[in-house]
């Protein structure tokens, strides 16, 4: 069974940091483009980030640019998100997500997505 699980998420300051892990089971993420994507209450889910298969290529949001990094290690079947200078607006429930077949960020756009993880809780105190 294809399953995706994300860990790392909590509870901090304004500023602070944290790592967000996303461990896939069942499947070999290396052939795959992950993205990362939030949702805050009462707003739409938006990405956050996206690392495409080899790695090669990273994307980020606006709001994500200069404080967020992504990365991966396919030997361990698992995708990062490290968020540095957290502010309350960062404040969501943060997911990861893959498209089968398709290792390019390009095609994980919402509405197209086919595996998702639970979601791990990230909330950044003022």
């Known amino acids: 069974q294809l399953q995706l699980v994300e860990s790392g998420g909590g509870l901090v300051q304004s500023g602070g940091s944290l790592r967000l892990s996303c461990a896939a089971s069942?499947?070999?993420?290396?052939?795959?483009?992950i993205g990362w994507f939030r949702q805050a209450p009462g707003k739409e889910r938006e990405r956050v980030s996206c690392?495409?298969?080899?790695?090669?290529?990273?994307t980020f949001a606006d709001s994500a640019k200069g404080r967020f990094t992504i990365s991966r290690d396919n030997a361990k079947n698992a995708v990062y998100l490290q968020m540095n200078s957290l502010k309350p607006e960062d404040t969501a429930v943060y997911y990861c997500?893959?498209?089968?077949?398709?290792?390019?960020?390009?095609?994980?756009?919402?509405?197209?997505?086919?595996?998702w993880g639970q979601g791990t809780q990230v909330t950044a105190s003022s």
């Open positions: 069942g499947f070999s993420l290396d052939l795959y483009a």
């Open positions: 997500a893959v498209k089968a077949t398709r290792a390019s960020c390009v095609f994980l756009v919402l509405g197209a997505l086919d595996y």
């Open positions: 690392i495409s298969s080899s790695g090669s290529s990273v």
